[in-house]
């Protein structure tokens, strides 16, 4: 369910302004409870490049995207950084606390996504 605002829930009305404050609210429901309260504003990446577009969650504001902590770090060769794409679809993520341990996510193949245990081990879907 979706509201605009502060307006009585069920009631829509679309944020399609470029005034600043446009917002809504959306309920998650689930079998187990009520599930979240998201509050979202549909233009914000598009006003700031550092807002996601979703304000707070069940009343926690949500933090800039340049106050997440991504997967990032240092890299060299001893160090190298836990998480590398060259933009081929492959994404290897290696753990440097398991002794550089590295599972590879193979999207180079819309049609047949594989993970493999490292470089050059077979690629087996899931």
């Keep these: 369910m979706v509201e605009s605002n502060n307006s009585n829930i069920g009631k829509v009305i679309p944020c399609v302004s470029d005034l600043p404050g446009c917002s809504l609210r959306y309920r998650t429901f689930s079998s187990s409870g009520p599930g979240h309260l998201l ?7 598009q006003n700031d490049s550092d807002k996601s577009g979703i304000l707070s969650v069940d009343g926690v504001d949500e933090k800039d995207l340049d106050e997440v902590n991504l997967a990032e770090g240092d890299s060299s060769v001893a160090n190298p950084a836990p998480i590398t ?5 492959v ?3 290696t753990n440097a606390r398991l002794g550089g341990k590295e ?3 193979n999207f180079s193949h819309g049609n047949h996504p594989c993970r493999q245990t490292g470089p050059g081990a077979l690629c087996t879907q899931q």
Excluded at 39 to 45: K, L, M, N, S, T
Excluded at 85 to 89: C, H, K
Aim: glycine share 12%; aromatic share 0%; proline share 6%.
């Design 91 to 93: 994404i290897a993520i």
């Design 103 to 105: 599972i590879i996510l």
């Design 39 to 45: 509050v979202v504003d549909p233009r914000a990446h």
């Design 85 to 89: 794409s060259q933009g081929d679809g």
